[in-house]
Each structure stands twice: as C-alpha cells, then as structure tokens.
C-alpha cells in the first residue's frame, strides 16, 4: 500500500493542515483509538483526546505554510511524512516556525489512512 | 519491545550522534540494507549508501546538541524518535537548527535496534 508514499504523504498534509485551518474539529476523523500525539513534549492518546487537545489550543485563527514534506514507507506498511514549515496565528504577521512528523496506517477497511504517530515541536530560533 | 520506548529513543539519539560527532563512518553499524535517510530532500537507500553521503559531507568537525528528543512507539514494534537541536560544524560558533526523525526497527537478532527511517532537515531561520 505504501508504492505511491510521495502522493500518500503530500495529500495527507495538505489534507490534514486545511482542516486545522479551517476546522480543528474536523481533524478527529484522522485519528484513532491507537494515535498518539506528542505536542511540545505533551504526551496524549486517542482520536478524541488529541482533539481535545488541539480544538483548545488557545487561538482563533491558525495558517499552517508547509515548506517540506518528505515521505518514507514505513516498516508497518505505511507511510511517514515529515514536515517543515511556518504557522501564523491570529493573523500575526510573524510566522513561528514548525516541525512535525506523521506516521500513517491503512485503516482497516482499506479506504485511505490514519494518524499513528503524530510529533509535533515548535522550532525556536 | 517498544514498552521502554523511551528509553530506547534516547539512548539511541546519544549513540547516534556520539557516533557522528566523533567517527561518522562508524554509523554504518546503525543502519541495514532496508534502511531509507532522506537527507535535506536526498533519498539514500541502504547502510552503505547512507554512510557514504554522510562521510562525504563537507566539514572536517561537527557537534550535534539535542534539544529535545520525543519517542513513541510504532505500529511495527518499534520506536520512533524526534530531535530538535542544533549543529555546529568546523568550530563555528553559530549553531545550525536542525530537525531529525528516526524510526526504530528492532534487529533480527533481537539485540537491540537499527534505523529503517530517517529523516534529516536543517530549519533555516
């Protein structure tokens, strides 16, 4: 499942930070019972609590630019994406710069996939 | 196995980088045939391929410092791991930001792990 990991990696990003900017709620559908979330060093499990986590992250409005994305199979089957890029929130003109990476596994019904690991870090500089 | 993930994760990030710091062709020994890097976009496959581009990076010193290094475990039973840090290189006192993801396969023989995935960036700034 993992021939075509280049496109299964961009389409997941893209996919993925326009329902963070658009709807955060909306990103419960990506996760699973088995996700894992560490968001700078916070470690959270589970689609519902990762949401809870992300639905309360306190701003309004968020951008996410994605710079790089570099895509690998993984040894389970899926695919891991890997993600550079620069976050505005509540229209600052100052963007913070991010890191994050993604694991991803076919659901089980085989119609596309889902969040496994997930590590989010803000990159000081 | 991955129950000490993060452990597992930590030790292997200060093997890795003590490696590189002070013997970089000695990290072949870190990585198999199956191993993938993608290094600032490069995709290597394979211990030795990746050893070559990393011996042949163009610095005479370098010095990894971790900043911070996240685990999970993966769906393959193995352990994921994320560093944020910084990199100096030839004696520079301007450190480098640099973001690095490996995951984690356990060896065949069960003694200890090898790097399937991994991921390298610097984070301009």
Known sequence: PSSNFEE?????????????DTNRAGLQSLYQDLSMMTFEGEKIQ?????T???????FQTVKH?????????TASGGVMVFVCGNL?????ENPMK???VFALQPLPNGQ???CYNDVFRLNYG
């Open 65 to 73: 630019e994605v710079i790089t994305a570099d895509s690998q199979p």
């Open 88 to 92: 505005k929130v509540d229209g600052s």
């Open 52 to 58: 809870q986590k992300l639905t309360s992250l306190p």
């Open 98 to 100: 991010f890191s994050q």
């Open 8 to 20: 299964i990696g961009k389409a997941f990003v893209m996919h993925y930070y326009n329902i963070f």
């Open 46 to 50: 589970g689609a519902q609590a990762i």
């Open 112 to 114: 596309g996939y889902f």
